[in-house]
Nanobody
Framework: QVQLVESGGGLVQPGGSLRLSCTFS????????MGWYRQAPGKQRELVAT???????NYADSVKGRFTISRDNAKNMVYLQMNSLKPDDTAVYFC?????????WGQGTQVTVSS
């Protein structure tokens, strides 16, 4: 069974940076497309960024140029580097793993952008 554990969230001032990490276990990491999603209070969960098995990336328009998704297949890890953070980035951030019909989620990590 795949397990995903996020870390790296916290409180940061506007304009600051955070790096989220997601640890993958329970299967062969390199098979999976990985992604980061977020959910703000009262809103639906939305895509932030995805990375394919081959390393191709996709970003939501709202984070392009500020966030970078990456993966380390040797460490079974996926990362989200977040720069120039804005109050609108405040949300719970979830790690996602997908392969064929399998779809897994982590528990989420809170990111709060506030002065």
């Amino acid at each position: 069974q795949v397990q995903l554990v996020e870390s790296g969230g916290g409180l940061v001032q506007p304009g600051g940076s955070l790096r989220l990490s997601c640890t993958f276990s329970g299967n062969i990491f390199s098979r999976y497309a990985m992604g980061w999603y977020r959910q703000a209070p009262g809103k639906q969960r939305e895509l932030v960024a995805t990375i394919t098995r081959g390393g191709s990336t996709n970003y939501a328009d709202s984070v392009k140029g500020r966030f970078t998704i990456s993966r380390d297949n040797a460490k079974n890890m996926v990362y989200l580097q977040m720069n120039s953070l804005k109050p609108d980035d405040t949300a719970v951030y979830f790690c996602n793993a997908r392969f064929a019909t399998s779809d897994y989620w982590g528990q989420g990590t809170q990111v709060t952008v506030s002065s």
